[in-house]
């Protein structure tokens, strides 16, 4: 799986969007980015995925470059409540393949 | 709707005991994974089973063994305990390879 980069802290105004960079310069035309985040030792969230296309969902969005080597996860009102620990993790699409966690980004919503 | 149920939620183990978690996926998945956060730290891929069948296979301790039964549910046995197994044990589940959602979490502590 290919290893991803993302800043270890951001923080963000309440009511606000968070933009949150991850750099995956390796990845492969197989791969899907993934996001993930964590609430304070609440199992991992969720939130959405893309393989080259732009996506959104009703949490976020998510924006790929044409070269897929970099991507943007978009929270469009930030909440006190999304502050959390993100991961974004590019996996291939496979029965049983693991998610590998890791340094993710801490994001904190001030209010 | 339905999430991952996990139990115990607490479990508290003295050193060479062995503990046993389970874990009940969504209905309608067929894949189980398991995962280790160790305080501080990001969590960490164990086993995963794809109906039934083992299908990929993390840092996991030979101490450690799983399976999943025909019902889908999972369950990870832990022998011979010790004190750094001291975790929160994550188990996540999925239809086929698709994205993971996760439970909330078994916290072992080993005294």
């Known amino acids: 799986d290919a290893k991803t980069t993302q800043p270890p802290s951001m923080d963000c105004a309440e009511g606000r969007a968070a933009n949150l960079p991850c750099n995956h310069s390796?990845?492969?035309?197989?791969?899907?980015v993934y996001w993930y985040r964590q609430i304070h030792s609440q199992g991992p969230q969720y939130i959405i995925h893309g393989l080259k296309n732009n996506e959104t969902n009703e949490m976020a969005s998510l924006i790929i470059t044409e070269d897929r080597k970099s991507s943007t996860l978009i929270l469009p009102h930030a909440t006190l409540r999304d502050t959390a620990v993100y991961y974004c993790?590019?996996?291939?699409?496979?029965?049983?393949?693991?998610?590998?966690f890791g340094a993710g980004t801490i994001l904190r919503v001030k209010s | 709707a339905a999430g991952v149920i996990q139990s115990p939620r607490h479990l508290i183990k003295e050193k060479r005991e062995t503990a046993t978690l389970k874990c009940y996926p969504i209905p309608r998945h067929d894949t189980v994974y398991w995962y280790q956060q160790g305080p501080g730290q990001d969590p960490q891929f164990l086993i995963s089973?794809?109906?039934?069948?083992?299908?990929d296979k993390g840092s996991i301790p030979d101490r450690f063994s799983a399976q999943q039964f025909s019902d889908y549910h999972s369950e990870l046995n832990m022998s011979s305990l010790e004190l750094g197994d001291s975790a929160l044990y994550f188990c996540?589940?999925?239809?086929?390879?698709?994205?993971?959602?996760f439970g909330p979490g078994t916290r072992l502590t080993v005294t």
């Open positions: 390796t990845i492969s035309g197989n791969e899907y």
């Open positions: 996540a589940s999925s239809r086929s390879g698709y994205e993971q959602y």
């Open positions: 089973f794809y109906e039934k069948m083992q299908s």
């Open positions: 993790i590019v996996r291939v699409l496979e029965y049983g393949n693991k998610l590998v």
